[in-house]
């Protein structure tokens, strides 16, 4: 290799074009990291919010089947009083009393664990809503910054350039 020591001023120049163009990168990059991890939390919020109306639409269902199976207990029991039902039907009218009563309980636990669940999902997407609204902020103040800093590291790169470019046209060939 022939050393031609007028190219080492040139090669200097090239290292620090190569560097700063690295330095504009690695700030690109936090910028985009950032941006990836709000939309993160975007997608989980709207999750937590979509579980949340799903689990309040269950529980509104099953507080109408809950009514509507303490209706018919009240009529079945209403018709119980009446004189001169026959024995097996009195049975039969017990024993769907009882059925019923069963599910109610089992309603009445499942719209309690509704309620906590949703109660604790509605306090936590709201709390993310929060967070997120501080976090896009963030990644706002973030991006002026980083801009900043990246016009900053444009321009001295520029500069760089300029300078390789009148010390390229100063060099003759041997």
């Known amino acids: 290799m022939i050393e031609f020591p007028p190219l080492l001023p040139i090669q200097d120049l090239d290292l620090k074009i190569d560097d700063l163009e690295g330095k ?3 700030l690109q990059a936090k910028v985009e990291r950032l941006a990836g991890e709000v939309k993160k939390e975007e997608e989980l919020i709207l999750k937590q919010e979509t579980l949340y109306k799903k689990i ?4 509104k269902q099953n507080e109408l089947e809950n009514d509507q199976l303490s209706e018919r207990v009240k009529t079945t029991e209403m018709r119980l009083q009446n004189p001169g039902i026959p024995p097996a039907s009195y049975q039969l009218m017990e024993k769907e009393i009882k059925n019923n009563k069963d599910l109610v309980s089992d309603l009445e636990t499942k719209i ?3 309620m906590e669940k949703s109660e604790s999902l509605k306090e936590e997407f709201e709390k993310g809503k ?3 609204i501080g976090r896009k902020k963030q990644l706002e103040e973030f991006t002026v910054k980083i801009a900043g800093q990246k016009a900053e590291l444009n321009r001295e790169k520029e500069l760089i350039t300029t300078q390789r470019r009148q010390i390229s046209l100063g060099i003759s060939l041997p």
Not at 56 to 59: A, D, E, P, Q, V
């Open 130 to 132: 929060k967070v997120l």
């Open 56 to 59: 309040s639409l269950r529980k």
């Open 112 to 114: 309690l664990e509704d």
């Open 24 to 26: 504009v990168a690695n």
